[in-house]
T-cell receptor, first 112, second 114 residues
Framework: GEDVEQSLFLSVREGDSSVINCTYT??????LYWYKQEPGAGLQLLTY?????DMKQDQRLTVLLNKKDKHLSLRIADTQTGDSAIYFC????????????FGTGTRLQVFP | DTEVTQTPKHLVMGMTNKKSLKCEQH?????MYWYKQKAKKPPELMFV???????INESVPSRFSPECPNSSLLNLHLHALQPEDSALYLC?????????????FGDGTRLSIL
C-alpha cells in the first residue's frame, strides 16, 4: 500500500523541541523527505534522508529513520514562532521512480 | 524565495473559460511536475515531464492539458473546469526525474472556479 500517516496537530511552547512523526507502509521506499508549508505558500524542502541512513542532522533539524518500524521523525530544536506551519513527510519508492507519496500533514503551532 | 516561479498567483474563472497556468525554473532541472492540492490535504501528483516528454499522467481529466515547450517552462491549459477543480496548483522541478534528487516547489496558483 501507499499510506503515509501523520498526526494532525502539534502544539509546543517557543524554545521547546518539536517532534513530528510519520509512518509509512512501503518498505521499498528509497528516499524520505520533509516539507514545510506556510499559509498561502508552496512547499519548502526542509531535508531528506536516504533509506540506508538512520539519522541526519542539519542545524536545528534532526531526522530519524527506523526502517524496521517504517517510522520517520523530524525534530526541531529551539522551536520558534516562525516554525508554525504544516509539515509533510513524503516517500519515494523504487516501484515509482519519480512519484512522491505525501503524508497527511501535521500542523505545528508554536505559542509564546 | 522559491526558484520555481508560478503565474498567476490567483485565478478566478468561469466553467466555460479557457486559461493557462505557467511555471518557470532556471535551475537547469530536466523534470517538472504539476500537483493539485485541496484545502487541508496533501498535494496529489497530476503530471510529470522528464526531458520535455510526458512520463506520468495520473489519470487526470482531459480538461487539464499540460504542455512543456522547453526544459525551463511548464504550462497547464484549463478548459471547461468544474467547481470541484478549485484548488492550489503547485509546480515542482527536480534535477533529472529519476527520483534521486528532491523536488523543489513553487508557491502555487490558487484557482477558483465559479
Amino acid at each position: 500500500g501507499e499510506d503515509v500517516e501523520q498526526s494532525l496537530f502539534l502544539s509546543v511552547r517557543e524554545g521547546d523541541s518539536s517532534v513530528i512523526n510519520c509512518t509509512y507502509t512501503d518498505s521499498s521506499s528509497t528516499y524520505l523527505y520533509w516539507y514545510k508549508q506556510e499559509p498561502g505558500a508552496g512547499l519548502q524542502l526542509l531535508t531528506y534522508i536516504f533509506s540506508n541512513m538512520d539519522m541526519k542532522q542539519d542545524q536545528r533539524l534532526t531526522v530519524l529513520l527506523n526502517k524496521k518500524d517504517k517510522h520517520l521523525s523530524l525534530r526541531i530544536a529551539d522551536t520558534q514562532t516562525g516554525d508554525s506551519a504544516i509539515y509533510f513527510c513524503a516517500e519515494r519508492n523504487q516501484g515509482n521512480t519519480d512519484k512522491l507519496i505525501f503524508g497527511t500533514g501535521t500542523r505545528l503551532q508554536v505559542f509564546p | 524565495d522559491t526558484e520555481v516561479t508560478q503565474t498567476p498567483k490567483h485565478l478566478v474563472m468561469g466553467m466555460t473559460n479557457k486559461k493557462s497556468l505557467k511555471c518557470e525554473q532556471h535551475m537547469g532541472h530536466r523534470a517538472m511536475y504539476w500537483y493539485k492540492q485541496k484545502a487541508k490535504k496533501p498535494p496529489e501528483l497530476m503530471f510529470v515531464y522528464s526531458y520535455e516528454k510526458l512520463s506520468i499522467n495520473e489519470s487526470v481529466p482531459s480538461r487539464f492539458s499540460p504542455e512543456c515547450p522547453n526544459s525551463s517552462l511548464l504550462n497547464l491549459h484549463l478548459h471547461a473546469l468544474q467547481p470541484e477543480d478549485s484548488a492550489l496548483y503547485l509546480c515542482a522541478s527536480s534535477q533529472d526525474g529519476l527520483g534521486s534528487q528532491p523536488q523543489h516547489f513553487g508557491d502555487g496558483t490558487r484557482l477558483s472556479i465559479l
